[in-house]
């Protein structure tokens, strides 16, 4: 299996449904969000370029470049960085493009100071939404303490804050929990209900009868 990312150039439109379907190969999966495309391939790497020729072919305005898996292990996405393991498992975690300038809200700006704390705990809280492992919000986290580091911003700010985000995730997960449970007990309850009597049903959560 290769993850591929896919970016078009292009000057017009085409219907990019047709052109998929008339392919003679294509990607098991394929999403696309504005000019930037990502699809699972499970073919061999020989069709992926055939692929990629296909869709150089379609139109003389419009030409795709391409990133998979197949070399490197991983693909960036969007704002998200996708690496697949052997075993076909994959990971997630923020994305920083090299070129980025690393430009934020400086701390010595004359902005509010708590519009640059609240500028920290968004990127805190995208860092971990991000993350789908522990090893990769690791990563994400050392990201954007680097980048407001190099903004100016002291190190004893940057902890704090972080601090707040996680326990504000931690309070959230629990809540999360306790909503899980509650229904959970709830379909017990129902389930209760209909085993005692067989003409009940829910409306709003409260067993009534017809």
Known sequence: MVLLHCHDMRTSRPDGGTALANATIK?????????????????????????LTY???????IKFTMEDTHSSGSIPYLDTLIKLENSGAYST?????????????????????????????????????LSSSQTARSNSIKKIQDMFEKNGYPKKLIKRLLHEVMQDQQLHHRDDQRHGQRQHQQ????????????????????????
């Open 93 to 129: 975690e923020l994305y920083i493009k090299p070129n980025h300038s690393g430009i934020i809200i400086h701390y010595t700006s004359s902005q509010p100071m708590s519009t640059k704390k609240a500028v920290i705990r968004g990127e805190f809280r995208r860092a971990i939404r």
């Open 27 to 51: 990607p098991d999966f394929y999403a696309r969000y504005i000019d930037d495309s990502i699809g699972i391939w499970t073919g061999s790497h020989q069709e992926l370029v055939d692929f």
């Open 187 to 210: 379909q017990q309850r129902h389930e209760r209900t209909r085993q005692h009597d067989p003409d009940s049903y829910l409306v709003s959560g409260a067993p009534l009868h017809r």
């Open 55 to 61: 869709l150089n072919s379609l139109h003389q305005s």
